[in-house]
Nanobody, 120 residues
Framework: QVQLVESGGGLVQAGGSLRLSCAAS????????MAWFRQALGKERELVAT???????TYADSVKGRFTISRDNGKNTVLLQMDSLKPEDTAVYYC??????????????WGQGTLVTVSS
C-alpha cells in the first residue's frame, strides 16, 4: 500500500523560504506522477505544482517563479522549494501521487498534509 508523508511546514515571515518534502513508500515511486496541492482555510483545495515520472513540471500561475518542484527517484521523495513566500501562501499543503494500474485504472494517494503559515 502506497503511503505519503509530508514534512517541512512551519511558520515563516513574508519573503522567506520553506522546503516541503514528501516521502513515498510501498510502491514504484518512479512511475508516479506527483503533485502538491494546498487548501487555505475556507477555500477549496487547489493545485500548486506537478511533476511527471519523467521530471516535467508545471505550476499554478500564483506560484510560478517562486516555487520549484523536484523529485529524487532514488530516495522516493518529492520536494517543493518555496521562495518569496506571501501571506496568501498560507495553507495546508498536501502531497499527491497518481498512477495507472493495469487492473484498477487510475490510482490516487494523498498525504496527511503539512501546515505552512506565512506572517506579514
Amino acid at each position: 500500500q502506497v503511503q505519503l508523508v509530508e514534512s517541512g511546514g512551519g511558520l515563516v515571515q513574508a519573503g522567506g523560504s520553506l522546503r516541503l518534502s514528501c516521502a513515498a513508500s510501498g510502491g514504484t515511486f518512479s512511475s508516479y506522477s506527483m503533485a502538491w496541492f494546498r487548501q487555505a482555510l475556507g477555500k477549496e483545495r487547489e493545485l500548486v505544482a506537478t511533476i511527471t515520472s519523467g521530471g516535467s513540471a508545471t505550476y499554478a500561475d500564483s506560484v510560478k517563479g517562486r516555487f520549484t518542484i523536484s523529485r529524487d527517484n532514488g530516495k522516493n521523495t518529492v520536494l517543493l522549494q518555496m521562495d518569496s513566500l506571501k501571506p496568501e501562501d498560507t495553507a495546508v499543503y498536501y502531497c499527491y501521487a497518481g498512477w495507472l494500474s493495469p487492473s484498477d485504472g487510475l490510482r490516487e494517494v494523498w498525504g496527511q498534509g503539512t501546515l505552512v503559515t506565512v506572517s506579514s
